[in-house]
């Protein structure tokens, strides 16, 4: 079983900033791919971006790209999700996950079901 936990969200203007981390207690995820999804009241989840194993290919969704960047630092059992340019539709929760898959088609690392573990969630507003 593996334990992720999310931290950094809160309250930003529009243009602003933020970084969220996710963490793995007391567990190895060097071997995983690790994802970040976001859930808007009402909706389903949407894929953000993902990291590979060894950081070396990451995938980040059209919404995103440009303003976000995901990283890793398996030697701190963490990932990050610099997010920056920050839009009042980028508010939602936002979820990391962690899957042991690796060389994987982008169509499959954009989906929730590449992914075995889930943290609780941290949330992201964006005020106009």
């Known amino acids: 079983q593996v334990q992720l936990v999310e931290s950094g969200g809160g309250l930003v203007q529009a243009g602003g900033s933020l970084r969220l981390s996710c963490a793995a207690p007391?567990?190895?995820?060097?071997?995983?791919?690790m994802g970040w999804f976001r859930q808007a009241p009402g909706k389903g989840p949407e894929f953000v971006a993902a990291i590979s194993w060894s950081g070396g290919t990451t995938y980040y969704a059209d919404s995103v790209k440009g303003r976000f960047t995901v990283s890793r630092d398996n030697a701190k059992n963490t990932v990050y999700l610099q997010m920056n340019s920050l839009k009042p539709e980028d508010t939602a929760v936002y979820y990391c996950a962690a899957g042991l898959i690796s060389g994987a088609h982008r169509i499959v690392v954009i989906s929730t079901t590449a992914y075995d573990y889930w943290g609780q969630g941290t949330q992201v507003t964006v005020s106009s």
């Open positions: 007391g567990r190895t995820f060097s071997s995983y791919l």
